[in-house]
């Protein structure tokens, strides 16, 4: 299985209680959800868990790993992302993205002026932003990922056209 044919759907804030359950943060539309996707793999493959949700806590979903077992080990795990293999997830509309397939678009102006590349994409609680970068740009360029600001994506030439909001280059 290639990195790219897994999504990261959350990480591990760190450990809860003291019988080895994790603080999960949750990446999906509906938090819970994590959970329904099987099993769940580190960054590089090498560990996989299943998944037991507990209870909501602070910042996330309390959760028991298997193979956890102390708040040591718990602990240890703390800032590991979580991804699932893309096929286990629901397909999407034509008009919604995972964050994963916008990063390294190359981004292009409605005159076809490349404006960079999208490096990260950010929601801070107001939509998602992308985060755009190269092309001799002096700085990021932080564009909302509208319809109106972003009218095409188009997953399979790599690139999404950007009609730039007023002020904004």
Same mark, same amino acid.
């Given at each position: ?6 999504? =990261? ?18 990446? =999906? ?6 959970? +329904? ?6 960054? +590089? ?7 037991? &949700? ?7 979903? #309390? ?10 080990? %718990? +602990? ?5 992302? &979580? ?20 990063? #390294? ?6 005159? #076809?002026?490349?404006? !960079? ?23 990021? &360029? ?6 109106? %600001? ?5 997953? !399979? ?6 009609? &730039?909001?007023?002020?904004? +280059?």
């Amino acid at each position: 299985m290639q990195a790219n044919d897994r999504i =990261c759907v959350g990480a591990i804030a760190g450990s809860f209680g003291v019988q080895g359950e994790v603080r999960l943060k949750s990446f =999906c539309a509906e938090a819970a959800a994590i959970a +329904d996707y099987g099993p769940l793999y580190t960054k +590089d493959g090498a560990r996989n868990f299943t998944i037991k &949700l507990t209870r909501p806590v602070s910042g996330g979903l #309390g959760a028991r790993l298997s193979g956890i077992q102390t708040k040591e080990e %718990a +602990d240890a795990l703390r800032g590991t992302e &979580l991804y699932v293999d893309r096929d286990r997830l629901p397909k999407l509309p034509d008009d919604e993205f995972y964050h994963s397939d916008l990063i #390294g678009l190359e981004v292009l102006d409605t005159g #076809g002026a490349v404006l !960079g590349r999208v490096i990260a994409v950010h929601n801070h609680g107001a939509g998602d932003i992308l985060e755009i970068n190269g092309a001799g740009r002096k700085t990021v &360029l932080m564009l909302p990922f509208t319809m109106a %600001a972003v009218p095409t994506v188009d997953l !399979g030439a790599g690139r999404v056209i950007a009609d &730039l909001p007023e002020g904004l +280059d």
